[in-house]
Every structure is written in structure tokens, then in C-alpha cells.
């Protein structure tokens, strides 16, 4: 299967279950691999032959503006979810990092694998 990856997104939101991280933004780090539909060959250079990685970006930023999360767990569900109904992709991984939370923590987060890999 061929993916598009999107690495290194970060996007300043309030989430968490503790009151301390519902009062000022985090910094999260999201990264993702989509499977692209139908084999995910481009038979051309049309991008409707594929998954139009700028548009998946700005949803994602459109629905974490609109959405509050307390677990990282809850925000990658929630972005698998988009992706693959949204954009029809039969195969996404997720990854959700909160950064510098911790003391002598870089990040903390979660990986999340959701439908079939081809």
C-alpha cells in the first residue's frame, strides 16, 4: 500500500484530564500515515487520484478548533475517524504527541492503527 505521511504537525490546543492543562494551550505534535484508496497509484499528476495532503491538514485544523479532547487517545480516535470517513482512506496510523508535559520528558503521547493495510 502506498501512504502519505504527514510528520510534525503542531497544533496549540487545551487538552487533558488535569484542571492545570485545561487552562493554557499545549503544544501537540500529530503525525500520520494514509493509506491512499485503490492501490494508490496515480494513473497521472491529478490530484483526485490521490489523498490531497493539504486539505487533510486543514481540516484537521478546522475540526481541533471546534472539538475539545481530555486524552490523547480520544484526539487520535477522533482523527483516524476523519480521515478515513472523510477521505476515504482504508488505512490511517496516528500518533499524538503532548510535548514537554513532564519534567525530563520530551513527549508523551500514543500510536494508533485503524482499518486494513494492503
Known amino acids: 500500500?502506498?501512504?502519505i505521511f504527514i510528520s510534525d504537525l503542531r497544533v496549540d490546543m487545551l487538552i487533558g484530564v488535569y484542571d492545570w492543562e485545561r487552562k493554557v494551550p499545549q503544544t501537540v505534535q500529530l503525525d500520520l500515515e494514509i493509506g491512499i484508496p485503490d492501490g494508490g497509484r496515480p494513473r497521472s499528476d491529478r490530484i483526485k487520484e490521490t489523498i490531497d495532503y493539504a486539505k487533510v491538514i486543514e481540516r484537521i485544523k478546522t475540526s481541533l478548533q471546534q472539538n475539545r479532547f481530555l486524552l490523547v487517545e480520544r484526539l487520535a480516535e477522533h482523527l483516524a475517524g476523519l480521515v478515513m470517513t472523510e477521505f476515504k482512506a482504508p488505512w490511517v496510523k496516528v500518533s499524538?504527541?503532548?510535548?514537554?508535559?513532564?519534567?525530563d520528558v520530551k513527549r508523551v503521547g500514543i500510536t494508533i492503527e485503524r482499518g486494513t493495510k494492503t
Open 1 to 3: 500500500m502506498d501512504t
Open 96 to 103: 499524538v504527541s503532548k510535548l514537554a508535559v513532564e519534567k
